[in-house]
Structures are given as structure tokens and as C-alpha cells.
């Protein structure tokens, strides 16, 4: 099976010598153009020129001539009779004129005419003397055009039919009045006999255009394919790097702009890919110092439920104690009490009440202070076991104390 050719006309190469076929056909059409309308131009002015002098050499034959015929040497019909053989050639048999063998001829096929004030033919090889056709406006523009005051002016044009292929071309005629027969006699080509050549040319810019685009789009890609090959390497890779295929290129360096290009590349792929290897490192010290931190975690966690276990308990403890306060408290207001309702309390008792009172309230300051501090850790909870010795000596005394006021009559209490 054929392998079928598709062009890519998103390639930079197509574009580029889609782009230099339009500069070549662009500047060769340019400059050919221009040749062939100058070529064509001045070809115009050396033809017109050539039929000035053609009609002006004729003019001087028929003033040589006239001078025989005022001379005597000839008759007016017998001058015009031998102008008629040296401007259109020698006389057949027919009565038409060989006109091929006439100087006044422009490139061997155009010929002399002359015409009378009434349009006849006076000068033709062809056409007999006296002939006037039905239609005479060709003949009176040459006619008119002769009489112009200037040279320009004497250049007529007009549309003919050509008799051999029946075409319609356009004519250009040149002609001088010679008065002394009144004639008035010239030259008609058709303009393009001009710059006839130049159909040539016109092929030849066809065809030499056609071929230095081939040349040159031939020497273009053989020139650029390199480049071109490298510049699809360097888009390759760069999608194989965002498709996440990161490797390290060696592409071909130069001193242009493509290979710097490459060299530059080259490099980035090659920090890109050290720079991912840096990365996969990281992440596995990353992963490894992970684990270690979560196990130190999980021993934290640890740690931290047994301290939880031990405030626990030190709370229970501290609860108990503060119930035993309370108890404490409450014995110490009824004993309170009962000492008010004595009317002979002496001041010892009212001293030994307000230290039981100060006591009572440091008591309940401690208990609260424990209850806040729960939460905190492991060297708090030192501080608070401290705090609850020194509370409990405290209330060893207090109840030392109670036991011994109990034991004591009224009386002995107020003798102390």
C-alpha cells in the first residue's frame, strides 16, 4: 500500500518557501514587466522612427523625380508611372507590384501607400490606380494626420482587419503631404510588428521565472533542511518535557541563531533534569524524616496519655483532700459558733478563732488553685503535690487544735 503524502502547511519550512515563491514570482514578474513595457516602449519609438525615415527617403525619390519632370526629361503621368515601380517594386504581369523588391520596405512587409485629396489610390501594390473603397475612414485619418503642424501628430492610429487570417489589429500609419502632385504618402504597419520579438521574451520571463523558483526553492531547502530538522528536534523535545519525559538533549550547535538555539536548549534540559533528580532526593529525605516524626509521635502520644493517667489521679487525690478541707470547714464554723454563743469568750479564743477563720480561707484559695491547674503538666503537678503537703501540715494543726480546745473547760480556756 502507497503511503499517502500529506503536506503540512503548519510547518515553518512550507511556509517559508510558500513565502519565497511569492518574493521570486514577485520580483521577477516586477522586473519583467517592466523590461518588457520599457522594451516594448522604446521598440515603439525606434519603429515610428524607422517609418519617418522610410517616408521621408520615398519623399526625396518623388522630389528627384518631379525635378525630371519640370526639367522636361519626363511627363508628369511617366514620374508618377516611375514612382509608383521604386516605391512599391516592379510591375508583374498582373498590374500588381512585386513590393518585396522595394527599398521602402519596413521589415520586409510594410509598404508604401499614396492617396489623392479624394482618398484614391495613387501608390499601392495591389490596388489599382484611381481605387477608392466604400468605406474611406481609415484613409481620411491618414490623410488628416498628414497635414498635422506637428511629427507626433502625423502618427495615426486606427483598427484594420487582416485580410490572410480576418483578425482585427490595430494599425499605426505615418504620412507626408508632397504637394507638387498632392499626394499624400506613407507608411502603415500593425503596432505590434513593432515588438514582435518581445513574445519572446515574455516566454522567456515565463519560463525563467518558473525556473529559478524551482532553482531556488531547491537551493533553499538543501540549504535550510539541517536547520529546519533541528528546529522540529528542539519542538519535539520540548513536548516530551511538558508530557512530563524530561531528559537531557544533544542537540547540534552552531554559531547562528538556530544552533545557539539548540546550545541553549541543551543546557536547560540538562539543569532541568539535575534539577528534578534534586527534587525525587528531597522528597525521599522528606519521606524518611516523615516516618521518624511520626513514630516520635506516636511516643509523645504516649508519654503524654500517662502524665494524662497521672494528673488524673493527683486530681482524685486533691478532690478527697479538699472534701476533708470542707469537713474541716464545717467543724471549725460549728466550733465558731458555739464560741459566740458564749458571752465570757476571752480574746484568746477570738485569736485562736480568726487564725482558724485565715487558715480556713487559705484553705479554700488552695483547693481552687488546684481545681485550675488540672490541665497543666507533669512540673505542675509537683508544685501542686507541694502545695498539698503543706496543706495538709496545715490541717494537722487545725485539727491538733480543734481536738485540744475540746478538751478544754471554758475556763481553762479563758486562765490561757
Known amino acids: ?60 525619390t518623388l522630389e528627384s523625380i518631379n525635378n525630371q519632370v519640370e526639367s522636361g526629361q519626363l ?7 516611375e514612382a509608383r515601380v521604386l516605391l512599391s517594386g516592379p510591375k508583374l504581369k498582373n498590374g500588381e507590384h512585386d513590393y518585396k523588391k522595394s527599398h521602402f520596405l519596413y521589415k520586409g512587409e510594410g509598404y508604401i501607400l499614396g492617396y489623392d485629396a479624394n482618398f484614391s489610390s495613387q501608390v499601392h501594390p495591389s490596388n489599382p490606380v484611381g481605387d477608392i473603397p466604400e468605406d474611406t475612414t481609415n484613409r481620411e485619418k491618414m490623410v488628416k494626420g498628414s497635414l498635422a503642424s506637428t511629427i507626433e501628430d502625423r502618427y495615426v492610429y486606427f483598427d484594420d482587419k487582416n485580410d490572410e487570417t480576418g483578425e482585427i489589429r490595430e494599425k499605426i500609419s505615418y504620412m507626408e503631404h508632397f504637394e507638387p502632385w498632392d499626394w499624400y ?18 516566454f522567456i520571463i515565463l519560463w525563467g521565472t518558473l525556473a529559478i523558483i524551482i532553482i531556488s526553492i531547491s537551493i533553499f531547502y538543501v540549504a535550510i533542511r539541517k536547520k529546519i530538522s533541528l528546529l522540529k528536534e528542539v519542538a ?16 547540534s550547535e552552531s554559531r547562528d541563531e538556530i544552533g545557539q538555539l539548540a546550545g541553549a536548549y541543551n543546557k536547560m534540559s540538562y539543569q532541568l533534569l539535575e534539577l528534578v ?44 483532700q479538699a472534701s476533708d478541707l ?39 484559695e ?40 475540746k478538751t478544754l473547760q471554758p475556763k481553762q480556756i479563758y486562765s490561757h
Not at 75 to 81: F, L, N, Q
Not at 340 to 351: F, L, V
Open 1 to 60: 500500500m502507497k503511503r499517502k503524502f500529506k503536506v503540512n502547511w503548519h510547518s515553518i519550512s512550507i511556509k517559508m518557501m510558500v513565502l519565497l515563491t511569492i518574493i521570486i514570482v514577485f520580483s521577477v514578474t516586477t522586473m519583467g514587466l517592466t523590461s518588457y513595457f520599457i522594451a516594448k516602449n522604446q521598440l515603439t519609438k525606434a519603429g515610428k522612427q524607422e517609418l519617418y525615415h522610410i517616408v521621408n527617403s520615398s519623399l526625396a
Open 185 to 202: 504618402v506613407g507608411l502603415t504597419v500593425y503596432e505590434d510588428e513593432f515588438y514582435e520579438g518581445l513574445e519572446v521574451v515574455k
Open 366 to 405: 488552695i483547693v481552687s488553685s488546684l481545681r485550675q491547674s488540672n490541665a497543666a503538666s507533669l512540673e505542675a503537678s509537683e508544685k501542686i503535690n507541694t502545695s498539698v503537703k503543706s496543706l495538709y501540715d496545715k490541717s494537722q494543726e487545725i485539727h491538733h487544735l480543734c481536738r485540744r480546745l
Open 236 to 251: 519535539i523535545s520540548s513536548i516530551n518535557i511538558a508530557d512530563g519525559k524530561i531528559k537531557a538533549t544533544n542537540l
Open 277 to 320: 533528580q534534586s527534587v525525587k532526593s528531597t522528597s525521599s529525605h522528606l519521606l524518611d524524616s516523615a516516618t521518624e516524626l511520626s513514630a516520635v509521635s506516636e511516643q509523645t502520644l504516649a508519654s503524654s496519655e500517662e502524665i494524662g493517667t497521672a494528673i488524673s489521679e493527683i486530681s482524685l487525690g486533691t478532690q478527697e
Open 326 to 364: 470542707e469537713n474541716i470547714n464545717q467543724s471549725v464554723e460549728t466550733l465558731t459558733q458555739s464560741i459566740d454563743s458564749m458571752n465570757q469568750q476571752s480574746n484568746i479564743i477570738k485569736e485562736v478563732t480568726g487564725k482558724s477563720e485565715k487558715l480556713s480561707n487559705e484553705g479554700n
Open 75 to 81: 511627363t508628369i503621368e511617366e514620374g508618377k508611372e
